[in-house]
């Protein structure tokens, strides 16, 4: 916490015992303190009814339905910061790096897009079209498969395609240090989800891959047939351009070149 921060209010509010413990971390620190009975009479009903109203928020997230005490859940409430977007705008891209958190939609529509790429044992490689691989919408998380799996780049990017959306953000560190470390029950949770939906994406990845790799064998092979009658003079190797190549070997060169290129992109598919 820094300047601005309060802390120590939940054991006030609820007349309990403290729940954590306050270390100083810079050489001089200056606090401002209120008495237990003056900021039951001053403070008291308002920061009760903004922990109602932090816990309402966060239980309508599948994620959070594990938390069933009210002041864990408020703790957390802690560590989301709310963040504004508009359509078309850019959550985070594929390939990001670091992941910066997990995100919770609290108001519109989001797509989950994946943009692959095929290397078909040597014999041609091609960014895939961006396909859209989900939908999100109010209540879901996103994000979450990096921080399970501990990646550093991002999977997939997320895109928003409502008028506008907000979205609840909760930094990597904070949701593994105050999820997943104080609440085993999410962490498995979560990781059953997770290896679903790793199953639905490397079935649906598969899937868009042999399907750009059709597309590719089906135009290596319509240009394949074109070339029969066709001298290769456009496309001359550079043993051809120094003499040592007849045209016609050239010609057979070249369609040599794109048989086997056929040939590996048509086992690849089966």
């Known amino acids: 916490m820094t300047e601005g921060a309060s802390f120590g209010e939940l054991a006030l509010v609820l007349d309990k015992p ?13 606090l401002c303190m209120l008495y237990k009975r003056d900021y039951q009479a001053l403070i008291g009903e308002s920061f009760k009814t903004r922990m109602d109203r932090a816990c309402k928020e966060l239980s309508r ?6 938390i069933r005490i009210p002041r864990q859940l408020f703790a957390v409430s802690y560590y989301v910061k709310e963040r504004h977007f508009i359509r078309n705008a850019w959550v985070y891209r594929q390939g990001d790096n670091p992941v910066d958190g997990i995100y919770l939609v ?48 991002r999977l997939q990017g997320v895109l ?20 997943l470390v104080l609440h085993p029950e999410v962490r498995k949770h979560l990781i059953r ?18 399907f750009q790799a059709l597309q590719q064998f089906s135009t290596l092979k319509a240009c394949y047939q074109k070339d ?20 016609r070997n050239a010609l057979l060169l070249q369609r040599s070149r794109q048989q086997d290129q056929m040939t590996k992109l048509a086992r690849s598919i089966n």
């Open 61 to 66: 997230f599948e994620l959070f339905t594990k």
């Open 18 to 30: 403290r729940t954590a413990t306050i270390y100083t971390k810079t050489p001089q620190t200056t």
């Open 160 to 179: 928003v395609k409502s008028e506008r959306a907000v979205l609840l953000q909760i930094s990597r560190e904070d949701f593994i240090e105050r999820v």
């Open 106 to 153: 609290k108001e519109g529509e989001v797509e989950v897009r994946w943009r692959g790429g095929t290397d078909v044992e040597g014999a041609i490689t091609q960014r895939m079209p961006e396909v859209v691989m989900g939908v999100a919408g109010e209540g879901e998380a996103i994000g979450v498969e990096e921080v399970i799996d501990g990646r550093n780049e």
């Open 193 to 210: 989800e997770n290896e679903i939906k790793k199953q639905y994406h490397k079935k649906r990845e598969a899937q868009l891959t042999k």
């Open 228 to 247: 029969l009658n066709v001298t290769p003079f456009k496309n001359q190797t550079s043993l051809e351009q120094r003499g040592h190549l007849s045209p």
